[in-house]
C-alpha cells in the first residue's frame, strides 16, 4: 500500500530549481518525511528529512505543507549530476527506522 | 570512514548454487539494513538487525534466504539454493542506534547478482 504518491517522471533544465512533489495524505502525527534518491548503478543517498518545519542543507530543500499532506523537495540549481530516481518516504518515529521505498520520480536533468 | 562495503560486487552463478553475499557496516552504527532491489519489484527490506540482533525478517521471501550478523562489523545473506528468479542487486544499509527516526541510512553500492 502506498503511503506516498509521486509523479513517475519529470524534466529539469540544467541550472535551473527542480521542484519534486510528493504526496502523502495520510501520513500521521508521527510519520517523518524522509527524501532519498538513487543515481544510476549506486545505492541510495540520503537528501534531507522533516516533520513538519521547512528544512534546508548543503543539498536541497524541504517544503512542507502546513497540513502536512504534500512536500516538495527542491534541487535550487539542478545539475547534470542530479538526474536520479528520487524517493519520497515516510518514516514512523519508533524503534528501527524501516524505510519502504516506492516507484519515486525519476528526474531528467537536461543541458 | 569507508562507508557501507560490499563484496563482491558482482556475482554470476548457476541455477542451485550457494551464494552468499557479505556487507561490513559503518563503524559504531547499530542498524543493519538487507535490500532487494528489481525492475519489477523496485527495492525492497528483506531483513534489518539491531545490535546484531535479527529484528524484522518478513521480508525474506522464502526459506532459501538466510541472514546472519555474527558481530557488529559483517553481515552475510546467503541463498541456497540460488535460482535465476533471485538475480537483483542487493543493497545493505546501516544507520546509528537508539530507534530515532531521524537515523538516516547509508548505503552500500550493491551486489549485482545473476543467476543462470
Known amino acids: 500500500d502506498a503511503k506516498t504518491t509521486q509523479p513517475t517522471s519529470m524534466d529539469c533544465a540544467e541550472g535551473r530549481a527542480a521542484n519534486l512533489p510528493c504526496n502523502h495524505s495520510t501520513i500521521s502525527g508521527n510519520e517523518y518525511v524522509y527524501w532519498y534518491r538513487q543515481i544510476h548503478s549506486q545505492g541510495p543517498q540520503y537528501i534531507i528529512h522533516g516533520l513538519k518545519n521547512n528544512e534546508t542543507n548543503e543539498m536541497a530543500s524541504l517544503i512542507i505543507t502546513e497540513d502536512r499532506k504534500s512536500s516538495t523537495l527542491i534541487l535550487p540549481h539542478a545539475t547534470l549530476r542530479d538526474t536520479a530516481v528520487y524517493y519520497c518516504?515516510?518514516?514512523?518515529?519508533?524503534?528501527?527506522?524501516?524505510?519502504?521505498f516506492g516507484g519515486g520520480t525519476r528526474l531528467m536533468v537536461k543541458p | 570512514d569507508a562507508g557501507v562495503i560490499q563484496s563482491p560486487r558482482h556475482e554470476v552463478t548457476e541455477m542451485g548454487q550457494e551464494v552468499t553475499l557479505r556487507c561490513k557496516p559503518i563503524?559504531?552504527?547499530?542498524?543493519l539494513f538487507w535490500y532487494r532491489q528489481t525492475m519489477m519489484r523496485g527495492l525492497e527490506l528483506l531483513i534489518y538487525?539491531?545490535?546484531?540482533?535479527?529484528?524484522?525478517d518478513s521480508g525474506m521471501p522464502e526459506d532459501r534466504f538466510s541472514a546472519k550478523m555474527p558481530n557488529a562489523s559483517f553481515s552475510t545473506l546467503k541463498i541456497q539454493p540460488s535460482e535465476p528468479r533471485d538475480s537483483a542487486v542487493y543493497f545493505c544499509?546501516?544507520?546509528?542506534?537508539?530507534?530515532?527516526?531521524?537515523?538516516?541510512?547509508?548505503f552500500g553500492p550493491g551486489t549485482r547478482l545473476t543467476v543462470l
Open positions: 563503524s559504531g552504527h547499530d542498524y
Open positions: 518516504i515516510l518514516v514512523k518515529n519508533n524503534a528501527g527506522n524501516m524505510l519502504t
Open positions: 544499509a546501516s544507520s546509528l542506534g537508539g530507534g530515532r527516526s531521524t537515523d538516516t541510512q547509508y
Open positions: 538487525f539491531n545490535n546484531n540482533v535479527p529484528i524484522d
